[in-house]
Every structure is written in C-alpha cells, then in structure tokens.
C-alpha cells in the first residue's frame, strides 16, 4: 500500500521527503526511523518516524532526538 506512512517503506518514503525539503532549504535535519512493535488497532507493527525539529521546524541544534 503505497499510502500507508506506518510501514517501515512508508515511514523511509516519509524520512527521505522531509529531509530533501530541508536540505532544499539549506537545512541539515536529523530525522530516524524507529520500530514501534505491533498495534493490535492497526494489526500490524509500525514504524515512528523522529527529528530533531520542533513543531516541524529545524533547530540550531544538530543533536539527534529520535
């Protein structure tokens, strides 16, 4: 399924959109893929998708949150 952004495919399609934006924009953004187990809601695991941004904004700080 190519909309669904909770796949380990979905949340890298996601991670690599976000980073060409910033990098677009002169901005070095951090942003990591992390397994987030099985959801019986979703009846599948998933994958998180973290930055180091705040409220979907780079920082000047390069430390990796995720």
């Not at 060409?20 to 942003?31: L, N, P, S």
């Not at 809601?41 to 409220?55: E, G, I, L």
Request: with cysteine; net charge positive.
């Amino acid at each position: 399924m190519t909309g669904d952004y909770c796949t380990k495919d979905g949340a890298l399609r996601i991670k690599e959109k976000i980073e060409a934006y910033w990098a677009e924009r002169g901005k070095d953004v951090k942003v990591d893929l992390v397994p987030g187990g099985f959801l019986a809601s979703m009846r599948s695991a998933r994958t998180d998708v973290r930055s180091n941004m705040v409220n979907g904004v780079p920082t000047s700080n390069t430390e990796n949150f995720a």
